[in-house]
Nanobody
Framework: QVHLVESGGGLVQAGGSLRLSCAAS????????MGWFRQAPGKEREFVAA????????YYADSVKDRFTISRDNAKNTVFLQMNSLKLEDTAVYYC????????????????WGQGTQVTVSA
């Protein structure tokens, strides 16, 4: 069992930055692919980024490529999402998720989810 808790969301002006953190419980954190998803009002939950178990391989949605950076610290059971050059369309609830398999982009395949943290980007 894995318990995930996100933090770091908030209100930021367009062009600004935020760093989200996701703290995971358990002794098997490194066994999971870790992902970030987001959901805006009226929209489906969408893939944002993911990182391999070792932390060596990141994956990004085209919409955030070159602006966001995902990383993980396995010694601290934590995954991060550094968000730079934020745009109004980045406004959403951001969720951290853990996947025991290899389904990087599919929300329904992730095994565990955090409660979400709100990110609001203002003009």
């Amino acid at each position: 069992q894995v318990h995930l808790v996100e933090s770091g969301g908030g209100l930021v002006q367009a062009g600004g930055s935020l760093r989200l953190s996701c703290a995971a419980s358990g002794r098997t954190f490194q066994n999971y692919l870790m992902g970030w998803f987001r959901q805006a009002p009226g929209k489906e939950r969408e893939f944002v980024a993911a990182v391999s178990r070792s932390g060596g391989t990141p994956y990004y949605a085209d919409s955030v490529k070159d602006r966001f950076t995902i990383s993980r610290d396995n010694a601290k059971n934590t995954v991060f999402l550094q968000m730079n050059s934020l745009k109004l369309e980045d406004t959403a609830v951001y969720y951290c998720a853990a996947e025991s398999g290899s389904f990087i982009y599919t929300p329904r395949k992730y095994d565990y989810w955090g409660q979400g943290t709100q990110v609001t980007v203002s003009a």
